[in-house]
C-alpha cells in the first residue's frame, strides 16, 4: 500500500510539508480505485494526545525471558516521553468502553482524547427506522437504564424477569430481560443514559440486574452516558476530526421490519448518512458481519464499498483451510479488500513458544487482503488465561503485560492495519513508538 510507505518514510523529524506531499500523492492514485490506508499521523491538524498510566503499566510488566521480549520491552520504554499523537492504527472501538458506557459521547471523546484516530459506531435502527449508536439492536437492557423507566420498559421485548433459587440457595433459573432499539422510537431512545455493559444473572430485582459490571471495568464514570444517533456520531467525529467505521448490525428481528424496510435499505441508509453529511468516502470504513452487506456496498456504493471492512466472526480453525469458505482468495476476487477476524484468529503457538501468525494470517495477506484486528483490552485478565482474545496463545501467556507482544506480532508479522482496543491509549503509545 503506497500510503502506508510514504508515511513509514516521514520521520516526526522531517518537515510537515514533506509527508504532506507524499501524502497527496498516495491519495491521487485512491482515485484509480484501489483501496488505501490513510493515516492521520502529522496531518496539518495533528493532534497532541493523552495517554495516562495504564500503556506505562503494561509495559513494565512485560517479561524479559528471551532477548527478543528483552529487545521489545526496551524498545517501548524508551519511546516513554514520547511526543504521541493520533494514528489511524488505534481505532476505539465502541469509544473507550473499558471505563466508559460504550457508544455514548464521553466514551467517544475519552478514545479520541487516547489517540484514536478512527471511532466505531456501531450502528442499529429503531422502531420509526432511525439509526442510533448500539452494539446489538437488542441491548438495552444491558448498556442502558432502560428497565429503569417504566413507561419504555414495558415497551422491551422480555420485561424483566428475576432469577429463581431452590431451597438450597441454588439458581435455578437466570434473571433475563430483552429491550431492543426496535422497541422504542428515536426520541425514547434519546432519553436512555448508558450504562456499563453487563447485568447479573442472580439478580431479583432491577436494580439488582442493572448492576452487572464485569470487574475488570469500572462505574466511576458511567453517571449517564449520552447516548447517539448514528447522525449526531458523523457529527461528533467530524468535531473531534476522526475517521469513521460504521458496523451495521445484524437485525434482531425479522426483516423486512415491519413488512417493509428492507437489509438493503438499512445497508444504503447508512451510507447515506455519511453522503448527506459531506464525509469523503475515504474517511468512512463501513463494516459488517454479514458478507452480503459487504457485496452490497461493493456494487451500489462503490467509493465507500472499496473501503468496506468485512468482519470475520465464523466459527473456523485459523489453522485449517478446509473450512474456510469463501476462501480468502474468494473474498478477495469478489471485492473485498479488508478482512477483520478477532485476536485468537490471526495467532498461534510457534515451536519455540514463542506467539506467530495464523495460518489464516498468512493466508489472508497471501491473497492480498488487508487486515484489522478487533479487539486489545476486551479481556479479563491474562496471568488467568485471558479469555476469548487469547484463546490460541493461552499456553504461553500469565501476564498483562504478555499483551504487547501479542501486539507487536499482529503489527509487524501479521501486519495488521489497525486495532481495535476499548482503551485506545495503550495501542497508540504502541503504533507512536513504532511509526505506525
Not at 36 to 63: C, S
Not at 204 to 212: R, S
Not at 340 to 348: C, F, K
Request: hydrophobic share 35%.
Amino acid at each position: 500500500m503506497q500510503s502506508n510507505h510514504v508515511w513509514k518514510a516521514c520521520s516526526v523529524m522531517l518537515a510537515l510539508a514533506l509527508c504532506t506531499a507524499g501524502l497527496a500523492g498516495a491519495g491521487n492514485q485512491s482515485s484509480q480505485g484501489n483501496h488505501k490506508w490513510y493515516k492521520n499521523r502529522h496531518n496539518a491538524d495533528e493532534t497532541r494526545v493523552q495517554l495516562g498510566p495504564r500503556p506505562y503499566f503494561l509495559i513494565e510488566d512485560m517479561d524479559e525471558d528471551t532477548t527478543a521480549q528483552r529487545a521489545l520491552k526496551e524498545e517501548l520504554q524508551q519511546c516513554s516521553e514520547g511526543p504521541f499523537y493520533r494514528t489511524d492504527f488505534s481505532i476505539g472501538h465502541r469509544g473507550a468502553p473499558l471505563q466508559f458506557p460504550e457508544h455514548t459521547e464521553e466514551s467517544y471523546r475519552a478514545a479520541a482524547r487516547m489517540g484514536a484516530g478512527i471511532l466505531e459506531c456501531d450502528v442499529a435502527f429503531t422502531s420509526d427506522t432511525e439509526l442510533v449508536c448500539r452494539h446489538s439492536q437488542c441491548d438495552l437492557h444491558t448498556t442502558t437504564n432502560i428497565l429503569a423507566i417504566p413507561e419504555l420498559a414495558e415497551k422491551c421485548t422480555e420485561q424483566f424477569t428475576p432469577a429463581t433459587f431452590d431451597a438450597a440457595g441454588n439458581r435455578v433459573t437466570a434473571a433475563s430481560a430483552t429491550c431492543c432499539t426496535s422497541d422504542i422510537t428515536l426520541q425514547e431512545f434519546k432519553s436512555l443514559c448508558g450504562k456499563m455493559d453487563g447485568s447479573n444473572p442472580s439478580a431479583t430485582t432491577v436494580e439488582e440486574y442493572m448492576a452487572g459490571t464485569p470487574d475488570f471495568r469500572t462505574d466511576l464514570y458511567a453517571t449517564c452516558g449520552t447516548v447517539l444517533s448514528h447522525k449526531e456520531s458523523i457529527a461528533l467525529f467530524q468535531e473531534l476530526g476522526v475517521k469513521m467505521t460504521p458496523e451495521l448490525k445484524t437485525p434482531s428481528v425479522e426483516m423486512p421490519f415491519n413488512g417493509t424496510y428492507t437489509q438493503e435499505q438499512y445497508a444504503q441508509q447508512m451510507i447515506d448518512e455519511y453522503k448527506e453529511a459531506g464525509v469523503l468516502p475515504r474517511r468512512v470504513y463501513p463494516q459488517s458481519f454479514l458478507l452480503d452487506d459487504v457485496l452490497y456496498w461493493i456494487a451500489n456504493t462503490p467509493l465507500y464499498g472499496r473501503q468496506a471492512v468485512y468482519l470475520d466472526g465464523r466459527a473456523i480453525d485459523p489453522e485449517d483451510s478446509t473450512g474456510w469458505s469463501p476462501s480468502m482468495s474468494e473474498l478477495a476476487a469478489s471485492g473485498v479488500n479488508i478482512i477483520a477476524p478477532p485476536i485468537p484468529m490471526l495467532l498461534g503457538v510457534g515451536e519455540d513458544d514463542s506467539i506467530v501468525p495464523s495460518a489464516y494470517a498468512v493466508a489472508a495477506k497471501q491473497a492480498g487482503l488487508d487486515i484489522i484486528a478487533w479487539s486489545f483490552d476486551r479481556s479479563g485478565f491474562l496471568n488467568e488465561g485471558g479469555g476469548y482474545y487469547y484463546s490460541t496463545v493461552s499456553d504461553v501467556i500469565n501476564n498483562d503485560g504478555d499483551m504487547m507482544n501479542a501486539l507487536d506480532v499482529l503489527a509487524q508479522d501479521v501486519g495488521i492495519l489497525g486495532m481495535f482496543s476499548d482503551w485506545p491509549a495503550t495501542v497508540t503509545y504502541y503504533a507512536n513508538c513504532k511509526g505506525l
